[in-house]
């Protein structure tokens, strides 16, 4: 299901409307659908390192810029090597050099 996922953005689509959360998401941030209907984006973002980021955020596992708030705000790397904020956070950061 995965696979089929990542590779049929409809699938997505069809997740995203059939689910009330994510579909309130989605409509607050229409960023959000671009970026989960995306199967490239979805790919980068299911690759091992990420993934793992991302439960350490949500863990509050301390990793680098991740603060009192347990990484809300923390920017994450997307493709490209540039970093983004957390939707909903305001804005993009760039990663320090």
């Known amino acids: 299901m995965v696979q089929q996922m990542l590779q049929n953005p409809a699938v997505m689509q069809q997740m ?9 998401m989605c409509e607050q941030n229409p960023q959000m659908r671009s970026v989960l209907t995306n199967p490239a984006m979805m790919q980068q973002m299911m690759t091992p390192e990420n993934m793992g980021a991302a439960m350490s955020m949500m863990q509050g596992g301390g990793g680098p810029g991740v603060g009192a708030m347990g990484g809300a705000g923390s ?23």
């Open 16 to 24: 995203i409307d059939s689910n009330p959360m994510l579909k309130q």
């Open 75 to 97: 920017p994450m790397q997307m493709p490209g090597g540039g970093a983004s904020a957390l939707p909903g956070s305001g804005e993009a950061q760039q990663p320090a050099a």
